[in-house]
Nanobody
């Protein structure tokens, strides 16, 4: 069983920054594709970013709505994945979830991830 614990959420003004962390309880962390998703009130959960090992290095994927503002990264020594969020907008307000899986081909598909964290709230005020 893989456990994921998110942290780093909070309240920030528009234009500000936050860094989310997701600690993973698995020694083979580097072999997992890691994704960040978010769910705003009254909306469906949507994909935000993903990172995976492609043999030569990490590959990343971003939703169009966060490209250029968010950066996903991982520290395999710490079994942790990060989401650096800059230039935050009120529409980024949501509960952010970390997810993990192996053999994932479609990074934006929630169904391909096997393990999920409990979520962390991000609120961006205008």
């Amino acid at each position: 069983q893989v456990q994921l614990v998110e942290s780093g959420g909070g309240l920030v003004q528009a234009g500000g920054s936050l860094r989310l962390s997701c600690a993973v309880s698995r020694q083979t962390f580097s072999r997992y594709t890691m994704g960040w998703f978010r769910q705003a009130p009254g909306k469906e959960r949507e994909s935000v970013a993903a990172i995976t090992w492609n043999g030569d290095g990490d590959s990343t994927w971003y939703a169009d709505s966060v490209k250029g503002r968010f950066t996903i990264s991982r520290d395999n020594a710490k079994n942790t994945v990060y989401l650096q969020m800059n230039s935050l907008k009120p529409e980024d307000t949501a509960v952010y979830y970390c997810a993990a899986g192996r053999g994932i081909r479609s990074y934006w598909k929630q169904s391909e991830y096997d393990y999920w964290g409990q979520g962390t709230q991000v609120t961006v005020s205008s």
